[in-house]
């Protein structure tokens, strides 16, 4: 549907993005805080989520070397956050038994905190040397985020007691969030198919992100979880929503703040593909 829409109305993609991140962003967080509850193996997973891809921000950035590999943000992101809500979970659903979801449902609200709070304020930032300096404008941007709302809202509502019954209640609108995001992607992908002599080249450093997206980030959270004494079947579950291909939320924030959004719809295309064999011999590789 997203795609047909992008081929009638190349602009769609971008007004239903920035409607999302306003309104449908929030419910679906908030929806996902309620559905999930909370539990230490949710928020360790969660945490070790965020420290992972703000430790890659941050030596990206530093570095003058890296920084020419992931000249901006849009690229940095791709490499780093995974599409763990849509292939991620149910993937882990399909091969682990059940009671590892806290582990991937948590790297999932990790990634997607990361991804709503920091991202927003990481592509609006005009000069990216001064992006991860200036204080002020970062805790702005924190308190204005989509994702700070809806962690706002579950607050409240586990506050009144109400978790179990706004949970069901917003279940329902945060699937609907989660097809319009589905339908903004395929707008923009099919703007991208268009273009087919450029469809399949790895050019604007996008090989970069998918060799940190599927290979590198995978690997650094696995030797993570060994110094951190995983079990495996956690370490597992772990590792493969790591190796997850780029997120839908990359081209939504991409979408809304216009910055490099051909790229953005390149590298989760490109990431996708090819992780049609990386995720399968990932998971053979850390169970043989």
């Known amino acids: ?72 943000y849009s690229l940095q992101l791709g490499g780093l956050i995974g599409n763990t809500s849509f292939l991620g979970i149910p993937i882990a659903i399909a091969l682990l038994p059940t009671d590892t979801i806290n582990f991937t449902i948590g790297f999932d609200l990790g990634t997607t905190m990361f991804s709503w709070i920091f991202g927003p304020y990481l592509l609006q930032t005009a000069n990216t040397n001064d992006a991860l300096l200036n204080i002020k404008k970062l805790f702005l941007s924190i308190f204005n985020s989509p994702a700070s709302k809806g962690i706002i809202g579950a607050l409240i509502v ?31 992908l099919g703007i991208i198919i268009k273009n087919k002599k450029t469809l399949y080249k790895f050019k604007e450093n996008i090989k970069y992100s998918l060799l940190l997206k599927l290979f590198i980030l ?13 079990q495996g079947i956690e370490t597992t579950a772990l590792v493969l929503q790591a190796g997850t291909p780029s997120a839908i939320s990359t081209i939504l924030l991409a979408e809304a ?8 719809a390149k590298t989760l295309l490109k990431t996708t593909i090819v992780s049609i064999a990386t995720i399968p011999l990932i998971f053979l590789l850390i169970n043989k």
């Not at 703040?257 to 051909?262: A, C, F, T």
Request: one cysteine or more.
């Open 257 to 264: 703040y216009k910055k490099h959004r051909d790229l953005a």
């Open 158 to 188: 586990y506050l009144f007691g109400l978790d179990n019954i706004v949970g069901k209640f917003l279940w329902v609108p945060a699937k609907f969030v989660i097809y319009l995001a589905i339908i903004a992607v395929g707008a923009r």
């Open 1 to 72: 549907m997203g795609y047909f829409i992008g081929n009638i109305k190349p602009s769609a993609s971008e007004n239903i993005s920035k409607n999302l991140i306003k309104f449908g962003i929030p419910i679906s967080v908030m929806g996902l805080l309620l559905k999930a509850g909370i539990s230490f193996d949710l928020i360790h997973s969660a945490i070790l989520a965020l420290v992972s891809i703000v430790f890659f921000i941050i030596i990206i950035n530093s570095s003058a070397p890296l920084k020419n590999l992931f000249p901006n």
């Open 218 to 230: 995978p690997g650094f959270i696995y030797i993570v979880c060994r110094i951190l004494n995983f």
